[in-house]
């Protein structure tokens, strides 16, 4: 009897733990734990479309110091030894293709962000709520940048192919006799201009979020202001 009686206990509590009654349990004063869901997820939405907007208009990366994207490795490092011979246009020209195919790329890292923001949980956000000001970045960078790297490099591929930027490559290292390390480097100039696109996206994301978290004007929504604002 006991043991039957444990059993239901323990079922009653489970059931209890599921239940969506929980959400609305308190968290602080007047804010619910749903509350708190809805909260963190429409300032992500915000802070990433924002971010997304930002550089994804003419210039977005390449005329932002911030944010702008280098040339990786090998390409750097020759571009920078070439501009000190006051020869390293091929490669600014390449930097620069690699900066507006990043741009180009935006409203798609956008729509990934906005399905990412979607999966985050309540008890999630209930931590979120409660840490430092850069902690909804934190979170979203930590769960979703392998993925978000994963399905953004294909249109940033397309991109890279569509600007000319590989062909630039291609010509720059005959220029200063690389041409066969041309297939090498494709890869790593992929690889490392997804990366720093989101590395761009997650600094203003974490901007607006401090902003958010700082400063009352910028709670441009009733469910911000009741999370924010607590």
């Known amino acids: 009897m006991q043991n039957q009686t444990r059993r239901a206990l323990v079922l009653l509590l489970a059931a209890t733990a599921a239940s969506p009654a929980l959400a609305q349990q308190p968290l602080l004063d007047s804010l619910t734990q749903a509350d708190a869901g809805r909260g963190v997820r429409e300032a992500l939405r915000l802070a990433a479309t924002g971010a997304t907007g930002r550089l994804g208009r003419a210039d977005g990366f390449w005329g932002d110091t911030q944010v702008r994207i280098p040339l990786p490795g090998m390409l750097g490092q020759s571009q920078r030894t070439l501009r000190g011979l006051g020869m390293s246009a091929p490669l600014d ?16 890292a956008g729509r990934l962000f906005t399905d990412a923001i979607r999966t985050i949980t309540i008890g999630d956000a209930i931590q979120i709520v409660r840490e430092g000001e850069n902690s909804a970045t ?8 392998p993925r978000l790297t994963t399905l953004l490099r294909p249109p940033m591929t397309q991109a890279l192919t569509q600007s000319g930027a590989f062909t630039l490559m291609r010509m720059a290292l005959r220029e200063v006799g690389l041409a066969s390390m041309t297939s090498d480097l494709r890869t790593e100039v992929i690889n490392f201009s997804t990366t720093k696109a989101l590395d761009g996206c997650f600094h203003y994301i974490a901007q607006e979020e401090r902003a958010i978290r700082r400063d009352p004007v910028r709670r441009t929504t009733d469910i911000l202001r009741r999370v924010f604002g607590s």
Do not use: F
């Open 93 to 108: 020209q390449l930097q620069e293709s690699l900066n507006h195919a990043a741009e180009s790329v935006m409203p798609e």
């Open 138 to 145: 934190t979170y979203l960078r930590g769960r979703t940048e």
